[in-house]
């Protein structure tokens, strides 16, 4: 295996062995198209085809190229909201369903797995949340959580006097027995596969311009093909086809992640979480024989988040990660990787998955995962699945996108309020006064009069501008310097040095404006 140590290169993309598909070259029919090649989509379309339905998938890459591919794939009963705050916001009975969902998501990745004989790296490990000595957080939080984790259910949660880490004191920790752990690209690789078998159709380089329910269901792609359906399912990590009505719910925030190779058997394979502010992450890999001269897996480190659009300080993040990591895990060696993802934080603490609120019936979205991707990706197959087929499920009122928590107000004021600031920026100068003052290999938003232009200067001098206006809501996009893209403060959508989107909720590129040579 050669690793990339350029940009932004997660442990999963690496092996670039993930399956092609064709892109879509005439009108389909299905009785659900699904919107999205990542954990939401594959995993739909593959329990809908079990189901007797007939599935198209489309994504705008390949494969497996969104935030999905980012992930650092812990499979959990720990949620990034912890119980004694769902158990407020969401009540006894709420928390208990979201202990029940994504437990059930776990046993329910292991079932697939067994049953279609997918060699993933599946293996259940132990989880630990933990409180460092270093930090100024009492243990009484992990008392508190102890107690709402075995109110919603998790009877085997116990606090531990310390994580089993002989290189550091992580202090007293509690304890999930059965967490899980996989490689996402070999399981969805596998799923995908099996998408076929079973009569599915998947398409990529497939960008969905238009999303239309009703009657006749359509989803239309910007050559003009069509596929005609009875049901859509929106599995694009934020909504894409949703103006207002789930994007004022949720925000978007970049978290970090580093890769380096640790000698093998001198980390043990867990999952674990600190409950410090900026908060950390890690579990293990296994990589295959010959990757190194000697036995290594790869340590992952997450965390360090911001939100999207609102800090420029990527490398100051990646170096904050390192340093954590090398103070406690000193057998540590090269760093092989470092990528960013997009995190979705629901104000309520849970994810949204249903209909989309203040649309036709027989549209879907699945979004608000915050860090727990892979069981929620699994949670809205299931919950998705039971909807579109006219069966009910116990997790449907919980995870329902038209929900309305009362006791969320205060943080939804708070994001609101956060948003609504990021506006400002129509009023103030540019980054720069003068395209020419835009450095080579970097990018610059420039006024120019009325307007914001965004410039970006590629390696040869060539000047290539288009509008610094995000087509989802007009927020005013900035530069990220280390991975080259402008990032919008508002909503989290993303578009490369040209103007190309990469991450909704926009879904569409920057208006282009000129490109010249200076």
């Not at 997450?302 to 990591?325: F, I, M, S, V």
Request: hydrophobic share 40%; with cysteine.
């Amino acid at each position: 295996m050669k690793y990339s140590t350029a940009g932004s290169t997660s442990i999963w993309m690496a092996p670039a062995d993930q399956p092609t598909f064709s892109s879509l070259t005439a009108d389909q029919r299905a009785d659900v198209c699904l919107v999205g090649a990542g954990i939401v989509g594959l995993t739909t379309a593959y329990l809908l085809g079990r189901a007797g339905k007939s599935v198209v998938v489309l994504d705008d890459g390949p494969i497996f190229s969104g935030e999905t591919g980012r992930t650092t794939a812990h499979l959990c009963t720990a949620l990034d909201e912890r119980y004694f705050a769902l158990e407020r916001l969401h009540g006894e009975k709420g928390a208990q369903l979201a202990a029940e969902s994504h437990a059930a998501a776990i046993d329910e990745i292991e079932r697939i797995v067994r049953t279609e004989n997918i060699d993933c790296d599946f293996e259940r490990v132990d989880g630990y949340l933990f409180n460092p000595p270093e930090q100024s957080k009492p243990d009484d939080e992990l008392e508190r959580e102890l107690a709402a984790a075995r109110r919603a259910g998790l009877s085997e949660v116990e606090i531990v006097p310390r994580v089993p880490l002989g290189s550091f004191d992580t202090g007293h920790a509690l304890r999930f027995p059965r967490q899980a752990q996989f490689h996402p690209l070999k399981y969805l690789t596998a799923l995908a596969q099996a998408i076929i078998r079973d009569g599915g159709r998947i398409f990529t380089h497939t960008h969905v311009k238009a999303i239309k329910g009703g009657t006749s269901a359509q989803v239309e792609a910007g050559d003009g093909l069509v596929v005609t359906c009875d049901a859509i399912v929106v599995a694009t990590n934020t909504p894409v086809n949703d103006r207002l009505a789930i994007h004022t719910k949720q925000a978007a925030y970049r978290s970090f992640v580093i890769g380096a190779a640790v000698p093998s058997g001198t980390v043990p394979k867990i999952l674990g979480w600190e409950t410090s502010d900026p908060y950390h992450y890690v579990r293990l890999q296994s990589v295959s024989r010959g990757a190194f001269p000697v036995p290594h897996d790869i340590l992952i480190v997450g965390g360090e988040d911001h939100k999207t659009g609102q800090a420029d300080d990527t490398e100051t993040r990646y170096a904050r990660l390192e340093a954590w990591a090398r103070s406690r895990f000193p057998m540590m060696g090269q760093v092989h990787f470092r990528w960013s993802g997009q995190v979705i934080e629901p104000v309520d603490g849970l994810a949204f998955i249903g209909r989309n609120p203040l649309d036709h019936d027989n549209i879907y979205v699945a979004t608000g995962h915050s860090g727990n991707g892979m069981t929620y990706g699994m949670i809205a197959g299931r919950l998705l699945t039971d909807l579109i087929s006219g069966q009910s499920n116990p997790w449907a009122a919980l995870y329902d996108p038209s929900r309305v928590t009362l006791s969320a107000v205060k943080t939804f004021a708070e994001e609101s309020g956060n948003m609504a600031m990021q506006y400002s920026d129509w009023l103030t100068e540019g980054d720069v006064k003068q395209d020419e003052q835009v450095p080579i290999g970097t990018g610059a938003v420039v006024r120019h009069g009325l307007t914001k232009i965004a410039i970006y200067r590629d390696p040869n001098g060539e000047l290539h501008e288009c509008s610094a206006v995000c087509p989802h809501l007009g927020g005013i996009v900035r530069w990220n310097h280390a991975e080259k893209t402008w990032d919008c403060p508002c909503h989290g959508s993303r578009f490369d040095a040209f103007g190309q989107v990469l991450n909704g909720p926009a879904n569409k590129n920057l208006e282009p404006i000129a490109v010249h040579v200076s």
